[in-house]
């Protein structure tokens, strides 16, 4: 008589082996970033050289904890067969653009992660750089010197952090609000849909750099706002003007992903799994964010891939235009009005390139990225 084979033993072996694995890999997480706080720093590894030969070492570490992590969760799980991660990171690999475009985001976030090692000169400002304003490109200054002396090379360094905090940060904040919105919208429909639908169109009528231009405005004339925000980013650390803009994008940032989403839920909650989940008693909680909103998230990705550029365009042309960073802040696009200034004279022409490349780089990384994103989700959107 054949041995029968006990199914449910099987699945609790995998769950004990995965919850095994979650540990470990915690555990091993917390000492690696215990090792970048304490001891990778710019105080405990005085040389430049020498710190960038240690990241480069740390980078690596990092790379086969995930591939062994990685494989060690397919052979528990999916052992004799080709799981969707494999399958989606296969299709991503075969587009070349999105290739580059996430080995060029994975640059940017090095180097925003690393910034404090990676630079050469530390941020805060000494007044003796004075004497070295304007220095052109040299071993010393690779990127040359500022109108205040700073090197531009670290102050690149320094704004990739500016640039990837607000991005991720809006993004996050606008994709919470959007899929929110779109769920209960799509789910519910009428009045509530008419109404949330009214006020994204109010939204999407007006041009969206004009919309944060002025509100950002409104705060900085209001001097009690002005005051509360500028108290406020103090305890958090952040420039109160960056603060001001995150809040602006945010505020009309949500209407792409709520649409998006609310999209999806008008096909998703026709599904026959939803139909079941009522029959069996679920409870609208458990329906909208377990069987709903979580089969929103393929799209909401993509459109948080793209909508990070747009933040990071978006902030430099705030900053570049007087509405964003303050001058002591070292935004890509406070750095590309200072070199705006000097963009006549050819000597000076790297203070506008540099900085100027980071940002085309960083948004060509993410644009690409985010349509590589999208055609291995769902290869039938390829154009």
């Known amino acids: 008589m054949p041995e029968t084979i006990d199914f449910k033993k099987i ?82 690999y075969r587009n070349k653009l999105a290739t580059l475009g996430l080995f060029l985001v994975l640059s940017v976030a090095v180097l925003a992660i690393f910034a404090p090692e ?146 999806q839920v008008l096909s998703i909650k026709e599904r026959d799994y939803v139909a079941a989940a009522k029959v069996i008693g679920a409870s609208r909680t458990s329906i909208l964010f377990k069987h709903i909103a979580i089969n929103t998230l393929g799209p909401v990705i993509v459109v948080m891939t793209l909508g990070i550029a747009g933040v990071i365009l978006t902030e430099a042309g705030l900053s570049f235009l007087g509405f964003g960073a303050d001058i002591t802040t070292p935004s890509w696009g406070r750095l590309l009005s200072e070199g705006n200034s000097f963009v006549t004279q050819s000597k000076y022409i790297y203070l506008a390139v540099f900085p100027g490349l980071a940002l085309f780089f960083t948004i060509l990384g993410f644009t690409t990225l985010g349509d590589g994103i999208r055609d291995a989700i769902d290869p039938r959107l390829k154009l």
């Open 118 to 263: 990676i630079a050469i000169y530390d941020k805060e400002y000494q007044a003796e750089w004075k004497e070295y304003a304007l220095m052109p490109p040299s071993l010393e200054h690779p990127f040359g010197t500022v109108s205040s002396g700073e090197d531009l090379y670290s102050l690149i360094c320094y704004g990739s952090q500016i640039s990837l905090i607000l991005g991720l940060g809006v993004e996050f904040v606008v994709a919470v609000i959007g899929i929110t919105l779109g769920v209960v919208s799509g789910y519910y429909g009428g009045v509530v849909d008419k109404i949330i639908n009214y006020f994204t169109d109010v939204i999407m009528s007006f041009p969206f750099l004009v919309l944060v231009i002025v509100l950002v405005g409104a705060l900085r004339a209001n001097p009690d706002l002005n005051a509360r925000i500028v108290d406020f980013s103090k305890g958090i650390g952040m420039d109160a003007h960056l603060l001001m803009v995150f809040l602006a994008l945010t505020i009309f940032g949500w209407p792409g992903v709520f649409r998006q989403v609310r999209g």
């Open 11 to 92: 699945e609790e072996e995998k769950k004990r082996l995965t919850r095994r694995l979650y540990l470990q890999m915690a555990a091993t997480i917390l000492v690696l970033a215990l090792i970048k706080i304490f001891v990778i720093t710019r105080s405990s590894i005085e040389s430049w050289g020498l710190r960038l030969v240690i990241v480069g070492i740390y980078i690596i570490v990092w790379y086969f904890f995930l591939d062994y992590s990685y494989k060690r969760w397919r052979s528990i799980n999916y052992k004799d067969e080709r799981d969707p991660i494999d399958r989606f990171i296969h299709r991503l």
